[in-house]
């Protein structure tokens, strides 16, 4: 076995261990039990004026245990009202999508890229030809979500391509948000 093969399968083993730890971390802990929207309200008004911080930064960190992040979403547009909950909302997708990338990368390398099967030498071409459109796509349809930013990770796209095409495609899906969580609440409120 080559050294580079060698690398490239100790680079997968740990990207694999990591996902694991991450996932049964964020079970264990008890996270995914604890976290719900009255959890994260409680967590930002606790926090006063770094409110806002806190928020992003349980938002990033919750998504890094493998806590769906469409959650934060939901919380924030809640806590802030639609004209500030739905930025932060989008900013926090941005953010924690981008964090994974870069925690994945450090560890898993930019593995798909050297693939010699054409299907995927294909969609790294295209992923790496037209970055920004090819992100905001997968993101209108896939969300934020660990396998996808485990995928990007191993692609070699740039923090900055990451951040933009999830920006860009995770519009959509926020302002559906912010217009639709108001009365699904008091729809949810009426039935209580």
Known sequence: MTPSKKTKLLRFG????????LYVAGSASGLMDVVSLE???AQVEAAG???ILVYLG???GAVLLWVPGLLFAVAGIVIYGPWLG???ALLGMCLSSSIQVVVFRQVGGDLLLDSQRPLLQRS????HDQPLRSIALLRLFL?????????????GVSFRHNFLGTAVGMVPMTIVIATAVEPILLWIAGRA
Not at 14 to 21: I, S
Not at 143 to 148: E, G, H, K, Q, S
């Open 86 to 88: 739905a930025p932060l």
């Open 14 to 21: 740990g990207l694999l261990l990591l996902l694991a730890l």
């Open 49 to 51: 004026a770094w409110g």
């Open 39 to 41: 959890w994260i309200r």
């Open 58 to 60: 349980i938002f990033c």
């Open 143 to 155: 969300a934020v979500n660990p396998p996808l930013n485990t995928a990007l990770a191993m692609s």
């Open 124 to 127: 790294m071409a295209r992923l």
